[in-house]
């Protein structure tokens, strides 16, 4: 089994609907991250998360809003999905003490908003 | 200067051959570099670490020039299956803040 699993792996919304992107690990890490790549822009943090109670802001967050329910367990919400939030999704984690640097990435999730 | 760049390619390079490219980053504090791999649609993975006396793991050597800041990933004896996109990493040492490349498309020709 994955160590990080993300659902779904692919979707297609519509402008204005509220999408949630799921991201679960087994891996025990504290430290939890939500990037989206774009085509030429590379990674892109939206934001991030240290412990349960640690919610951060990155690079790109507008727009979205994050929950951390659990260690385990980091979502990802599109409030009113808008076309320019088509791309991938990739959840990652990393642990305290460790290089945070050192990240392990869930297999992607691909959304499309019409 | 952007934080952390790196030319996007593609480098197509014959089997068999030896490709080096590098990674330019702004933030002289910087402390972390690392090489990430990722394959068309998949998940970047760690390569590896780049440590200031440089360093190998088989076919794949990694340096990091100080001076000029910029680290490179050398790869001898190119096989297909090394065709993927290469990210460098690193952290700038600000809140433990990490920045990923855009990435350098490496494509090798049998």
């Known amino acids: 089994d994955a160590d990080v699993t993300q659902t779904p792996r692919n979707r297609i919304t519509k402008t204005g609907k509220r999408i949630m992107l799921e991201c679960s690990q087994t891996k025990g890490h504290d430290r939890m991250y939500w990037y989206r790549q774009d085509p030429g822009l590379g990674l892109r943090l939206i934001y991030y998360?240290?412990?349960?109670?640690?919610?951060n802001k990155g690079e790109i967050s507008d727009g979205y809003s994050v929950s951390r329910q659990a260690q385990a367990k980091f979502s990802l919400s599109l409030e009113s999905a808008i076309p320019n939030q088509t791309a991938l999704y990739f959840c990652?984690?990393?642990?305290?003490?460790?290089?945070?640097?050192?990240?392990?990435f869930g297999p992607g999730t691909r959304l499309t908003v019409l | 200067r952007k934080e952390v760049e790196q030319d996007p390619g593609p480098f197509n390079v014959p089997e068999g051959a030896t490709v080096a490219f590098n990674c330019t980053y702004s933030n002289s504090a910087s402390q972390s570099f690392f090489w990430y791999r990722q394959d068309c649609r998949k998940e970047p993975k760690l390569l590896m670490s780049?440590?200031?006396s440089g360093n190998e793991d088989g076919r794949f050597t990694a340096q990091l020039n100080r001076a000029s800041q910029y680290i490179s990933l050398l790869i001898r004896d190119s096989k297909l299956s090394d065709s993927a996109t290469y990210l460098c990493?690193?952290?700038?040492?600000?809140?433990?803040?990490?920045?990923f490349g855009k990435g350098t498309r490496l494509h090798i020709l049998p």
């Open positions: 780049v440590y200031s």
């Open positions: 990493v690193v952290n700038m040492n600000r809140d433990d803040k990490i920045i």
């Open positions: 990652a984690t990393s642990f305290t003490g460790g290089p945070s640097d050192t990240q392990y």
């Open positions: 998360s240290f412990d349960v109670k640690d919610i």
